[in-house]
């Protein structure tokens, strides 16, 4: 069978010229009208391979299990696609948790229509090609139609051979770390549970441990301002203390720390939405630093880091200044062993990784400039990535996962 999955009407898809006409059409009107995921992990644990969320995308996994050709068009954002098309692929995780019925390879079609610029075309690419080999995928063509009307299309220049990114400009230029302590912090929760969860935990323990540091220096305590981004990509305050409306809470910020679990490796539909909006109404504080905090239940911390690519490039669309951030991985091990010892076996890692944040965040700087000021060894891959590895090996932890990831909140 063949689907298409896209942030277009129904009516502006059957105006299309299609090189190849679907079976199933999932269009603006289904996305617009399903949540976004929660996160509750029930599609494995209750009802195995389907999504206990009842809306128009419920049945999403068995539309992928009888799909051989899936066509995704969606708009170009700075991080990749929409937050509509995003939705889709994070809902579609009942069909990746559940063991495949055979062994047919679905063949992925992705046009991105509106990006502007060449460096970000090449970053997207690299970014589905890579999320497919994790996902076992298999990319058939990535296309950039300058047009919604060539959306569809075959017979354009795909991704690998469009022009080379290096001789191209950034349309918008890179805004520089502040540079000075902070004054007023805000910690955004992202996670999409509303009970405890891992991104919850991280954030407390970088403000518990920041506060710590701060009274021990004798600096200054910045004021902290906790914010939660919800599952209809909205904010509200949250906390003791908390006065007025999120957004103009966070517009009298000058640092901000982003929390949140990483979604098919990128970031979560919600958030995504969320920070799309707010950058083009420049809800932020001029040039603030930006700051990440990434949880996943991956073993390897490097599949957060486009996450952290798209993050940055949303930065440079509001005029913010990408910091850099952290990526813990084995996040099923984050909340079990959220009661032992800061600096015990079990949180160590994770431990020195949120100080080593803090002294980027305390000095104003990109968590590379931080680190070659405290002499600490920046992250080969991306010297703006601390990377908290999992404290169990490898074997061990895959045990230990499927009797705690699955019961842990994201």
Sequence with gaps: MHTLICDLTARTVDGLQLSHVPDTVIAREDLETAGACCGCMRCRTECPGRCVMPDSLQGLADVLRATDRLDIIARWTPAGASPLVKRAVDRSLPFFMAPRATERTLHLCIWLYGAPDPAERMQAARAIQALARDLALEVDGIWFPASIEDAGRTDLTRAEHQSDPASAGNVCEVTPARGSAPER?????????????????LLADFADALGAYTRLSGSPQPAINDIVCGRDGSLRASGFGQHGDAEGVLAQCDTIVIGYPLYFGSLP???????????????????????????????????????????????????LAWCGGLTAAGGAMILPASR???????????????????????????????????????????????????????????????????????
């Excluded at 912090?185 to 935990?201: C, E, V």
């Excluded at 944040?357 to 002499?375: F, K, M, N, Q």
């Excluded at 490898?394 to 045990?399: F, G, L, Q, T």
């Design 185 to 201: 912090i805000a910690l955004i929760n992202a996670s999409p549970k509303t009970g405890p969860s891992a991104t919850a935990h």
């Design 340 to 410: 032992s010892p800061r600096m015990g076996t079990w949180r160590r890692k994770r431990s020195e990784a949120i100080d080593a944040l803090i002294a980027a965040v305390r000095l104003g700087e990109t968590v590379s400039e931080a680190a070659e000021r405290i002499g600490r060894t920046a992250c080969a891959a991306d010297p703006d990535a601390i990377l908290a590895r999992c404290p169990l090996p490898r074997p061990v932890y895959r045990i230990a996962a499927r009797r705690l990831w699955l019961r842990s909140p994201s």
């Design 269 to 319: 539909s919600h958030l995504l939405a969320w920070l799309e909006g707010a950058a083009d109404a420049r809800t932020f504080a001029p040039q603030a630093n930006v700051y990440a905090i990434c949880n996943l239940a991956s073993y390897d911390p490097e599949r957060a880091l486009p996450s952290f690519a798209a993050l940055e490039s949303l930065c440079r669309h509001a005029g």
